[in-house]
């Protein structure tokens, strides 16, 4: 069962989701998807030290509601 607790669970499902795509895109398509894997993985070390996150920027605007504690420091 899927439990959302705001934008903090959404956005680990969209990091894990990107990741998983690029690695299949990368294996089945193009080597160069791995580029958009690095760059997920350095949005989430950014927003682990500074505390700013963009997609949860682009959470916000379109409309999704916070509900847990903090949400892209995981």
């Known amino acids: 069962m ?4 705001g934008k903090g669970n959404i956005i ?4 894990g989701i990107f990741i998983l795509l ?3 895109l ?3 398509v193009s080597p160069y998807w791995l580029l958009f894997t690095a760059f997920v993985g350095v949005n989430l070390i950014i927003s ?9 920027k682009i959470l916000v605007k379109l409309g999704v509601k ?4 903090s949400s892209c420091g995981l």
């Not at 916070?66 to 504690?69: P, V």
């Open 2 to 5: 899927f439990v959302t607790n």
């Open 12 to 15: 680990r499902l969209l990091a």
């Open 22 to 24: 690029s690695l299949a």
């Open 26 to 28: 990368a294996q089945w």
């Open 48 to 56: 682990s030290l500074t505390g700013f996150c963009l997609l949860e």
């Open 66 to 69: 916070e509900q847990g504690s």
